[in-house]
């Protein structure tokens, strides 16, 4: 039996996966940051220059929103150069952090194989745990950072990729409510222990809880009496005898307590970022601009700022990303997230539905949607969606 053919664009996707990832940032190589950023920068260009010339799968809606959400994002680095006084190149710079939407046009230009892309999430989400438990094994972390989460239960590493984690999470409860195949279960419980040891609580809750509700709803009647009884063991016979679990919900209650004392710090950020920040007309449309820290007088009032008031873009998705990019900008991303819930699609792609419907949720209070690392895989997610929509025409 002959190997699948992949496609020639599949090797440069899988650079650019790495790259908008740091490679997961190994401590043991000395590169910087910028290195693998303006890599990604590279591979994205050479992936535009090669599809270029051929013809988009995606209607002419899509095509236009990703354009004019990269309009808005090219508008705030000028207005962070005209009003805040930051250099136009540095401007630039810090908004290329969030470009990756606009990889979306060559994606449809190459009419990459659904196989291809599920194969890519397979390969990063492998990779992803791999680093997790190799970094659980060191006595110091080997990829990314890590937290001495002594009110997490356990260390706590700070590893990029938990959202192509999430993606093949779905991908692979929906196939198993589907087909019954074990190896699916395999991998479903070792990603499910993955997601948990991220000891990120709105990972945990939004994977769990959407993976729950796809299973429920897509198998059988038996098999959901069967899904219920051992959901509802796992959550009062095992789970509260699990130190991690104990650690993160105490640490939630510790918070709640002080938030009944003191505003709730995400909601004062989210005002902040939406209303506190003084704005023209031209900011709120196209936004007040990427700052950049360290490398502008913008970008170091921002920093100060945000440690000084505890207000922190990253906990504010929606709203951080309306004062970088404007309500324009906004309002499209928004639209093409919800655009995900209403195609069509077949009985087993339906955990991009629910793929989309954890981005939603994700943003509110948290920063996906802004980040390079976090659209890459949404926007694979969404292109899988119109391949197969365009197909099935």
């Given at each position: 039996?002959?190997p699948m053919r992949r496609s020639k664009y599949y090797g ?149 990729g938990i959202y192509w984690t999430i993606f093949f999470f ?59 009884c051992l959901a509802a063991f796992l959550f009062f016979c ?156």
């Amino acid at each position: 039996m002959c190997p699948m053919r992949r496609s020639k664009y599949y090797g440069l996707l899988i650079a650019i996966a790495l790259a908008s990832l740091e490679c997961f940032r190994p401590t043991f190589v000395t590169i910087s940051t910028q290195v693998y950023k303006f890599l990604l920068y590279f591979l994205a260009a050479v992936f535009l220059i090669l599809t270029f010339r051929k013809k988009s799968i995606a209607n002419k809606i899509v095509s236009l929103s990703i354009l004019l959400i990269s309009f808005c994002q090219l508008m705030s680095a000028y207005n962070a150069y005209v009003f805040n006084g930051q250099a136009l190149s540095v401007s630039i710079v810090a908004t290329m952090q969030g470009f990756a939407y606009l990889l979306l046009i060559p994606l449809c230009k190459s009419k990459i194989s659904i196989s291809d892309i599920e194969q890519i999430v397979k390969i990063m989400t492998f990779l992803y745990l791999l680093c997790s438990v190799l970094n659980h094994l060191s006595p110091t972390p080997l990829f990314g950072t890590a937290d001495e989460g002594v009110d997490r239960g356990a260390t706590r590493f700070r590893l990029l990729g938990i959202y192509w984690t999430i993606f093949f999470f779905l991908m692979k409860i929906n196939r198993y409510a589907i087909d019954g195949n074990k190896h699916d279960l395999y991998w479903i419980l070792a990603i499910g222990l993955g997601i948990l040891f991220s000891l990120t609580r709105q990972d945990i809750v939004v994977s769990f809880l959407l993976g729950g509700m796809l299973y429920f709803i897509r198998t059988r009647l038996v098999k959901k009496l069967l899904f219920a009884c051992l959901a509802a063991f796992l959550f009062f016979c095992i789970l509260p005898h699990m130190k991690v679990v104990n650690s993160l919900v105490e640490k939630s209650m510790e918070e709640k307590a002080a938030q009944s004392q003191y505003d709730n710090i995400r909601l004062v950020a989210a005002d902040y970022y939406t209303f506190g920040y003084p704005r023209n007309t031209q900011q709120i449309l196209f936004g007040v601009g990427v700052p950049s820290f360290g490398n502008s007088a913008y970008g170091n009032l921002f920093e100060r700022t945000q440690e000084t008031m505890k207000v922190f873009r990253e906990d504010v998705g929606y709203c951080g990303f309306y004062y970088n990019y404007g309500i324009i900008a906004t309002i499209l991303v928004i639209v093409l997230f919800l655009s995900l819930l209403f195609i069509k699609l077949p009985d087993r792609y339906v955990y991009l539905k629910y793929y989309a419907g954890a981005f939603l949720l994700l943003n509110i209070a948290s920063a996906p949607c802004q980040s390079n690392v976090s659209i890459v895989p949404f926007i694979l997610g969404l292109y899988l969606s119109l391949k197969i929509s365009h197909e099935q025409k």
